[in-house]
DNA sequence: CGATACATGTAACCGGTTACATGATTTT
DNA sequence: AAAATCATGTAACCGGTTACATGTATCG
């Protein structure tokens, strides 16, 4: 009886985050000031909020490293409908509107996407390609289109935004490649 | 004694279009249902309040397109005070934290860089290349640190985030060889 | 012992989302 | 006259930002 959860993406991040290695609030926000999870806020005042209603929704737990301090260290770890929530999330097919509003997530879903293994991982691949695909060429219809009352700067703008599209296809196909290769061992590959 | 403003990316959207052509609350709608503009929110509980508060900076006057009626048309344009924000804002240099927390909001401004004309399109186009050389070098380099730690799909987003500042570098060099050769002409050519 | 890094938390604020409400105008 | 579209608006909610507050552990 899971119910679908629809997830920021700092929330998310940190469910995943939380998923691949059990840490406090205080490593999530080291992690967000100092990789190229950078983008996350990596403020006390984000954070914290929301690991405490990842909480109330069961999806992590937080224990004290050490019981005796007054202001113990809390490191949280996920629940089994953290488990199940998060592999849900993951499965979720690619849909056009989640490519124009949120590519940040899922780009966030597929760096989580290891455990699920590569079938899942080849699959995401393979949908968002088809909507990359689909949405450049709409991109481009609309270019040719509108391009006479374009300025010089807005078209190059625009331009920018579909040359942008491109390399994530681009991009998606070779990886697409690489996966597959793996794919003939039988999955990933973690004695790496 | 212009003070300087932080816009929201829909604040500077709306501002820049009423900038280019006086319109209604309700053509701005259209524009961001309908256009590569899309990424902003066309709900009116987003672009009324918006409008209001632009308003009420005294940036955009909105005046009834016909007194007799009920229910007017509301079309805003901007004021003195408004384009000299505008103005303001486009010409801010680009930053390290731009490129990082806000490359929606770069875009926008250099879409509506047209009436400062090519010498602050040029140098706009210059910094973005400058500061997107320089973040590109550090992903690389942590990359390099990291790599080893990274699971393959972790490892593959964070490639598709560099990717995608190389083609966004590319772009950028591009589009400033294609100002430079217009810049013999002397600007903008507005008869095309 | 003072400084710095570790570590968690809270409150006011702001802006976008969602959903609802209202009425005018145009089309069929 | 009904339906669709035009057009503006509001209220509850949510989540991130900013700034502040507090206390612990470690190091020189």
Redesign the pocket.
């Known amino acids: 009886m899971e119910k679908d959860i629809?997830f920021?993406?700092?929330?998310l991040a940190i469910l995943g985050l939380v998923a691949m290695q059990p840490q406090?609030?205080?490593?999530l926000?080291?992690t967000f000031a100092s990789t190229p999870m950078g983008n996350f806020?990596s403020?006390?005042?984000?954070i914290?909020?929301?690991?405490?209603?990842l909480e109330k929704k069961g999806l992590i737990r937080g224990e004290a490293d050490?019981e005796t301090?007054?202001?113990?260290?809390?490191?949280y770890s996920t629940t089994v409908d953290g488990e199940a929530a998060l592999k849900l999330e993951l499965e979720k097919t690619v849909t056009h509107k989640d490519l124009i509003w949120h590519y940040d997530l899922l780009m966030l879903r597929f760096a989580f996407m290891e455990k699920l293994g590569q079938f899942e991982a080849v699959r995401f691949l393979s949908e968002l390609s088809t909507e990359l695909a689909d949405y450049i060429h709409q991109l481009e219809e609309l270019m040719e289109q509108t391009r006479a009352q374009l300025t010089v700067c807005s078209r190059l703008a625009f331009e920018q935004g579909i040359e942008g599209y491109r390399g994530n296809l681009r991009w998606a196909r070779r990886a697409l490649r690489g996966l597959s290769q793996q794919k003939q061992n039988g999955g990933f590959d973690h004695d790496n």
Chains 1, 2 share one sequence.
């Open positions: 629809n920021s993406p700092l929330r406090s609030g205080y490593d926000r080291k806020s403020s006390p005042g984000a914290y909020p929301a690991l405490k209603s050490n301090s007054l202001r113990p260290r809390l490191v």
